[in-house]
């Protein structure tokens, strides 16, 4: 889109057709040569493996032999007529559309809670980049701990509060649950320094304008903190669920999918058919699912984003 | 201030590739000649008495350097499969037993069968339980790392305090049942026994010990087909499910990691687990027993072991010799006491524990052991060793863990189990 | 300061404490976000014995500061460290450069096939590493036998070079270089900047926080990365922290009070450059009456 201001400058010159082409291919060129350093790195690191596991997942592979015979569409078949596939697809959604809202509203608001000068800020503000620093192992063994159903602190406050005891990682309908809190505290950190970031692009003339006029604090938050806020929520709501549909480490570190499969997400099933089960070639093709699952998310979300975000230019 | 940096980065990338020149080994996998690479994954204790084992097979040996990797067990799968596909393979990697029937299809994997009847080897005088682990198909892979076995620890102090006998050798599952619940007190939060139920490995060999027990078997002869759902498979389950669903009485640990330490705290009374927890409890008086057995069953008091092997990978003739022979050493008699007695791990030789007093040294450092050891001769037979393992186990691991939860009756279980063991064994590719 | 221009335009509704009620909210907040620090803190004093507690023993009765002093000692830790700084500086720096230069094309410059070139890029985050991380090796050992030793297996550079630009700092930065106002951008291409010199001259500048951001990010990811230096590294003279953290993690046993310990170690320089660093996160510059909307 052309900015009219842009264009009236330009047109004030004398043009001719060389002049007119010649910021085109310049801007091709300037473009291509800063993409190209990056784009090559992600593409060779990133983008051949993705081809090689499209390959992988048409073949019968164990990763031990070397023979892997080529055998069609029989994984993708396969996957269809699995029904923990079904049901690890089922749980991986429901994860993901708990996870990702719940994530950036707690991130929201503890940004806004922490973007101001007050004192110990910056104490804050570090331990909220340091639930990211944090290993799983360490958070994972703290929350088996709180969520214990004989031990831990949370079933002791339902206790004062006359809730009965709840079986958490042991109850088939519970254990996700328990992941997605732990999931969310993990990730608050990163929702948090994400947000603070965008927060310094807000100008306070703004919001100062606002208040002189009247304004609440909640409604200039509404109609001026947020919508400037906008392409941080679509990055942050875009990452959260590239990350969240590919939730491994914490369910392998706590339930490692139990019980009963009710923590079974989809790369956790591909890691178990990978180095459990040594099907190679089956985990490929369920990586391969998964892969097409999030890029149309993720185009899905680009669009809507297109109309909720607004950008300064 | 984007100059600076700019200068500040520009100068650390050169920084990192100046150190990352210097600082590197000439070490991809077991490079030199005459060097061999060991991916191992000891830590602690264990891993001060093996560093302290290579070097002195390197000054026995001058020509010969041994280097070890450290690689997490649990990860070794990982970056051996990885190797195996990049073609970085280190000449001699400690893999869990329970991958044997796979890793043999390995093909840098060295046949071992010639060299294991070398004279002077011994052969027989690893256990039973290990030679038929590091067997695939009547190959020979690998050679015994790591032994041990399925006992019965339980708290001294809790039995005395519920005026309770303490297990005795002849005894059987009612009576640990009856212990179990005597010892449970839902007012302490106190618990009879333990059991861990995220449906992996760990929870179904429980429950294959006591099918063994219960004379009787996984599968048919041959492995063509299950052969768990008979009375015998019926009783093992049904003696854990009494105890987690009627009797209250068996913490349920979902995520593999609580029971120890709970055992340590005094919250449970008795635990079927292995040698390698003795030492994760230096705060509970503990005695070690073995395991009960069914009354009238022809199993006794039969146990499990999830026996380790050392793996040799072919990169060529010269690092083969090579391996074999650190190997051999490694696991000569000689070493193989020194390791046990400074580490506390069982030991893989039967001629080892026949010496004199060396129950009672190994008891000194780490008291209850040499239970453990003893029952050893309790090992008759082992899992089947079938690349399809793994998925049964699977299937096996969803019915303890539903019948535990009380999702599940014992019999439906069964059947729903042996269905898919018998489809898992039928399409052995599908 | 706009606590003041707020007040002056509404009746002052309640008396001031003497300290800003948003602490309270803050400080519940920060505790239970730092409750497995807490436990984390606790362990590496412990001694083995209070250490192996279910529920976990929160005050110890033997503080052993000595775990300290025995995790470095286990295990060759001041390489570790090094190799670690080493990976995670030239990390940031490489991804400070080039995610600057993609996002600010895929921002602001008109190319054909940018759209087509940031979907294949955005994909690259859409599988799994337990998938990739075979053909990544594969790749990696080609470029180290037939370009560069020092960017091959077992080096650290294997370490770096894969992770030298990454689809999340090319996304995040185009996101945010499309939230400042173009008028800067405009007022320079009129007066015939080059692309180059908008990026360096004005555009970065403002974009420190961002930059900050990213800076933090990206060195907390390549700190902890765990499994790709297991799959890449066989001498112990190259392993990174992670690694060496887990020696003190066996199959059937970890000592829980040098890992804890380890674990602390290892965090505190990434917590405390943070903090000390935290200027750089707030926009200094009060971006004024740019009326950019």
């Known amino acids: 889109m052309t900015d009219p201001a842009a264009a009236l400058r330009r047109r004030s010159r004398p043009a001719s057709q060389a002049r007119r082409r010649l910021p085109r291919a310049a801007e091709q060129f300037s473009g291509w040569a800063f993409v190209t350093p990056g784009a090559v790195i992600i593409l060779l690191f990133g983008a051949a493996p993705i081809v090689w596991s499209a390959i992988m997942s048409f073949q019968r592979s164990n990763l031990l032999s070397p023979s892997t015979p080529y055998v069609g569409l029989r994984n993708y078949r396969q996957l269809a007529h699995d029904p923990i596939v079904g049901q690890a697809i089922q749980h991986t959604l429901i994860y993901t559309i708990l996870f990702v809202p719940g994530t950036m509203l707690v991130g929201l608001f503890l940004a806004v809670a922490m973007n101001r000068k007050i004192r110990f800020i910056s104490v804050y503000r570090t331990a909220a980049y340091a639930t990211m620093a944090i290993s799983t192992i360490s958070e994972a063994l703290v929350f088996i701990w709180l969520f214990d159903p004989s031990y831990g602190l949370v079933n002791y406050f339902l206790s004062l509060l006359g809730i009965p005891q709840q079986q958490f990682l042991n109850s088939p309908t519970e254990a996700l649950y328990v992941i997605l809190v732990m999931t969310i505290w993990g990730w608050t950190g990163f929702a948090v320094v994400i947000y603070l970031a965008a927060l310094q692009g807000v100008p306070q003339s703004l919001t100062e304008a606002a208040a002189i006029d009247g304004a609440s604090s909640w409604a200039t938050f509404r109609r001026v903190t947020l919508p400037l806020l906008s392409p941080a929520s679509l990055f942050l709501a875009v990452w959260l669920t590239i990350n969240a549909l590919q939730l491994f480490d914490e369910v392998y570190l706590s339930t490692q999918g139990g019980p009963l499969n009710a923590t079974t997400v989809l790369v956790y099933y591909l890691y178990d058919q990978a180095f459990q089960d040594f099907n190679f070639g089956y985990a490929s093709a369920i990586a391969y699912v998964l892969f097409l699952f999030i890029l149309v998310i993720t185009a899905i979300q680009f669009r809507v984003g297109r109309r909720f975000t607004h950008y300064r230019s | 201030m984007i100059r600076t940096f700019a200068c500040t980065s520009l100068a650390a990338a050169l920084v990192a590739l100046g150190l990352a020149a210097c600082g590197s080994d000439s070490g991809s996998s077991g490079a030199a000649a005459g060097s061999i690479q060991i991916w191992e994954g000891y830590t602690g204790p264990e891993a001060k008495v093996f560093a302290h084992l290579v070097s002195e097979y390197d000054t026995q040996h001058p020509g010969t350097k041994v280097t070890s990797l450290f690689v997490n067990n649990d990860n070794s799968l990982q970056k051996v499969l990885t190797a195996v596909r990049g073609g970085s393979l280190p000449d001699i990697a400690y893999l869990y037993g329970s991958w044997a029937p796979n890793v043999a299809q390995i093909p840098q994997v060295v046949n071992l069968t010639k060299t294991v009847s070398r004279p002077g080897v011994n052969w027989p005088d690893f256990w039973v339980g290990e030679r038929d682990v590091a067997t695939v198909n009547g190959k020979v892979i690998g050679i015994p790392a790591l032994v041990d076995n399925l006992a019965v620890v339980y708290n001294k102090t809790l039995f005395a305090q519920a005026a309770l006998q303490p297990p005795q050798a002849g005894w059987t599952w009612d009576q640990f049942s009856a212990d179990a619940r005597r010892l449970t007190d839902a007012a302490k939060k106190q618990y009879g026994t333990a059991y861990v139920t995220p449906g992996s490995e760990d929870t179904v060999w429980h429950w294959e010990a006591l099918l063994w027990e219960a004379g009787g078997q996984l599968l048919t002869a041959g492995n063509k087909k299950a052969a768990f759902d008979s009375a015998a498979g019926l009783k093992a389950l049904t003696t854990l499910r009494t105890m987690a669903v009627t009797d209250h009485s068996m913490y349920l640990d979902p995520t593999d990691s609580a029971y120890g330490n709970l055992f340590n705290s005094g919250k449970i009374g008795m635990l079927v687990t292995g040698p390698w927890d003795l030492s994760t409890f230096p705060n509970a008086k503990y005695g070690v027993q073995v395991m009960p057995s069914f009354a009238g069953a022809s199993g006794g008091h039969q146990t499990i072991s999830g026996p380790d092997n050392w793996v040799i990978f072919n990169n060529g003739a010269a690092h083969v010799t090579a391996a074999q022979k650190f190997l051999l050493w490694l696991t000569a008699p000689a070493q193989v006491r020194y390791f046990s007695l400074r580490t506390g791990d069982l030991p893989t030789r039967q001629s080892v524990t026949d010496a004199a007093g060396f129950d009672q040294q190994m008891d000194k450092a780490l008291p209850g052991v040499s239970t453990f050891i003893a029952n050893l001769g309790n090992v008759r037979q082992s899992r089947p060793q079938i690349a399809t393992y793994p998925k049964i186990s699977q299937a096996l691991g969803t019915m303890v863990v539903s019948v535990l939860l009380g999702k599940a009756a014992p019999q439906a279980a069964l059947s729903t189990a042996a269905q898919q063991v018998n489809q898992i064994l039928a399409n052995p590719n599908g | ?293």
């Open chain 3, 1 to 293: 300061m706009s606590a003041a221009a707020a007040t002056a335009g509404r009746p002052s509704r309640r008396r001031r404490l003497p300290f800003s009620p948003w602490h309270l909210v803050l400080i519940p907040a920060t505790l239970v976000l730092i409750l497995p620090f807490a436990w984390l803190i606790v362990t590496s004093v412990e001694t083995p014995a209070e250490a192996l507690h279910f529920p976990p023993i929160l005050t110890p009765h033997v503080i052993r500061l000595g775990n300290y002093p025995a995790a470095l000692r286990a295990a060759p830790f001041a390489r570790f460290f090094v190799n670690s700084a080493v990976v995670a500086v030239t990390t940031v720096a490489s991804n400070l450069v080039l995610c600057s230069l993609a996002g600010y094309a895929f921002a602001r410059l008109r190319f054909l096939g940018r759209g087509a070139l940031f979907v294949v890029i955005m994909t690259t985050l859409m599988v799994p590493f337990q998938v990739t991380m075979i053909p990544q090796f594969i790749i990696t050992k080609w470029l180290g036998t037939h370009l560069l030793a020092p960017i091959g297996i077992n080096h650290i550079g294997a370490l770096i070079v894969p992770n030298a630009a990454t689809a999340f700092g090319v996304f995040f930065l185009r996101q945010f270089f499309r939230t400042l106002p173009i008028e800067y951008e405009e007022s320079a291409r009129v007066d015939g900047a080059s692309r180059l010199k908008i990026l360096l001259r004005i555009v970065l500048p403002l974009s420190t926080p961002a930059l900050a951001t990213l800076a933090a990010l990206t060195f907390l990811d390549s700190w902890n990365n765990f499994l790709w230096p297991l799959i890449a590294i066989n001498s112990t003279s190259q392993m990174t922290l992670p690694l060496g953290l887990a020696m003190f993690q066996g199959a059937h046993s970890t000592e829980w009070t040098l890992l804890m310990a380890g674990n602390v170690m290892s965090l505190a320089p990434m917590l405390i450059i943070f903090f000390v660093a935290q200027r750089f996160f707030v926009r200094s510059i009060a971006s004024t009456g740019l009326a950019g909307t």
